[in-house]
């Protein structure tokens, strides 16, 4: 089997870039890998001291068929390192697996991986793997579906697939002009994907995936998943750039492994399972926010 290469994006979490790089070490398959460690540059002073702990714990990396270091002397943000650094990996070899510091994987990522990227290399139609699923309850007859979304959480892909990345997102005079096109983008409304693109034109975010998304959908292509998560996202603990207190629901048993693979085919019954539970989670979010904002109306007093 031909492995992939590994890139892993770090910045200022020594302790979770630690955590990511231990559980990668649980799968066997490390020692046939090449590890890509991109480190960005401290954003502001306060940054610096993080940042130079977590470049000297990524020295230290070892376990892997080798270590490639690219230490930014700048600080280029998530999205444009993530862009440059894939682009450079993959048109140099081909397929890439891609990681950032506040995910942790299961011991069989790796192996599911490679496997998937070696089945799927010369179907066009099939432009990402996904480690990461969310937590609904499926009904599927395989260990891993077909569906229209993408993931930043864990994933893999081609260089066939990923020179379809439109940086432009030229895509978006399209859906604009188009409700019904709009409305699928937006998963039939169980996520707003359609703002999120907005804000990226806008300047108000800086977002490589919902380009990376776009660029799948206006091609009419698929994502492989596992139908049980085989990564979790650790950094809902306020200590990401984007990301906020808390934590991802997610949670994997080290025992799941993907060993059935499903006909190409985008699985529809497990789409609208993914598409109810993310309308549940949002109104179960949009109820804590009034609940709060309700408790906090008569017990403002002590904040003037």
Known sequence: MKFAPII????NRPVHTRRAVEKLLQNAEVCDSELFVYSDAP??????EAVR?????????????????IERDKNWGLAASIIDGVTSVVNKYGRIIVLEDDLVVSPHFLGYMNAALERYQDNERIMQISGHIFPAKLAATTDAVFLSMTTSWGWATWTRAWKHFDTDAKGYAQLKQDAVLQKRFNLDGAYDYFSML????????????????????MLGGLVLFPVKSLVKNVGFDGSGTHCGAGESAVEFTSEFN??????????SAVQQAIN????EQRSYISGLRAKLAKWLRPNMSWTI
């Open 8 to 11: 892993l994006f770090v910045y």
């Open 43 to 48: 954003k502001n002073p306060e940054a610096g």
């Open 53 to 69: 702990e977590v470049r000297a714990y990524i020295r230290t990396i070892s376990g892997f068929r080798s270590v490639n270091i």
């Open 276 to 279: 109810r539970y993310l309308i």
């Open 258 to 267: 993907v060993k059935i693979f499903p006909p190409v085919v985008e699985d």
């Open 198 to 217: 907005e804000a990226q034109l806008s300047g108000r975010v800086d977002s490589w995936a919902i380009r990376w998304y776009l660029s799948v959908f």
